[in-house]
């Protein structure tokens, strides 16, 4: 009894944390980065970064990160995530142009149903092809 009080308080404290920080987040980014920088820091994901380059960052990713970790994270991202975060049109857009590079393969099966409805959420778009030709 006393220990699910305990995890009901933390749980409670963690979710006001986060969304206290992703709200400041917001605000930061909305008032205070132009939408010109944005723009440079997109395209230049997009044009000037290789996609080698990416590709070896994913697959780090995969191998150092425990597919526990991975889980956790996606769950968290879904529950902590405010809705401010998803109705900022400049967040959502740098969150979706790094998330689009994230494969399907990479998503732990146990969070697939979740890590779509994170995908839909803050808009993040599905890239058709990220391989080497």
Known sequence: MASNKRRLKRESIIRSLAEKWFSAFVKLV???????????????????????????????????????LRSTAIAAADEYIPDAVANSRKTCTVIAAVGKYIPDEIIPPESAETWENLKTKLHIPKLISNKQK
Do not use: C, H
Not at 38 to 52: C, G, Q, S
């Open 30 to 68: 909305d008032r205070y980065a132009p939408d010109r920088l944005l723009l440079f820091a997109l395209n230049f994901l997009d044009k000037r970064v290789p996609n080698k380059l990416i590709t070896l960052a994913i697959n780090a990713a995969e191998k150092l990160v425990p597919r526990k």
